[in-house]
């Protein structure tokens, strides 16, 4: 977290103590609280939001292109107008991903459309991009799969990228440095998204890396 951000965040909570006084804060919320909460807090907050997204994601454009996932967004008339819909932006960024051909993924999207419908019942771009990724869709439509891919991970912060140099630099010290990459990765996989120590079955574990190969010493030799 910058200076800034830190700087807002204090400005926030001194406001929150300001409008929400210490014998009113398990009382109801009134209109008046609610109302200035949301001038005070909810907006500045959220335009801060949005202006931590515009720098680090400069190129906006490049996120603007995935409103074409919206169904909400798609026009009503099924003739002329959706039968084009979404082409130039199904091409702006299957040209800015270097593993996606644009021709093929403005032919998928155009077949795509027609069942957009039948595939999800929600007019979100998430239902819609995931459902992309089932196993029969990805066959389907490998180009527009892999276009929704990269937008269900878009990060819309740093803090995992910052909890990710964090934990590198507690698994790989000084006498770890000679680690290879794979066996840090699975460190770092295991030690981010892994369970928790209470709930890891370590016998299952230990006897499953027993068993990769036989690990007894011969004495007779």
Not at 116 to 142: D, F, N
């Amino acid at each position: 977290m910058d200076a800034g951000s830190g700087k807002l965040l204090k400005v926030i909570r001194d406001k929150m103590q300001e409008l929400i006084p210490m014998q009113d804060k398990l009382s109801p919320v009134t209109e008046k609280q609610e109302e200035a909460f949301t001038k005070q807090i909810f907006y500045p907050l959220l335009s801060a939001v949005l202006e931590q997204l515009e720098t680090m994601f400069p190129d906006s454009d490049f996120l603007e292109h995935y409103t074409v996932f919206d169904r909400s967004f798609w026009p009503e008339d099924c003739g002329g107008i959706v039968d084009y819909h979404g082409q130039e932006d199904i091409k702006a960024l299957a040209d800015h991903l270097p593993f996606t051909h644009a021709e093929e993924a403005v032919e998928e999207w155009t077949v795509l459309k027609q069942v957009a419908v039948l595939a999800t019942c929600k007019k979100s771009p998430y239902s819609l991009m995931i459902k992309l990724l089932e196993t029969s869709l990805v066959q389907g439509y490998p180009n527009l799969s892999k276009i929704a891919s990269v937008g269900l991970i878009i990060p819309v912060s740093r803090a995992d990228c910052e909890r990710g140099f964090s934990t590198l630099n507690r698994v790989k010290t000084e006498l770890r440095g000679s680690l290879l990459a794979n066996n840090l990765n699975s460190l770092l996989a295991v030690t981010m998204e892994g369970k928790t120590p209470e709930d890891f079955d370590f016998n299952k574990v230990c006897m499953s890396w027993a068993s990769l190969k036989n690990r007894q010493i011969n004495v007779n030799k």
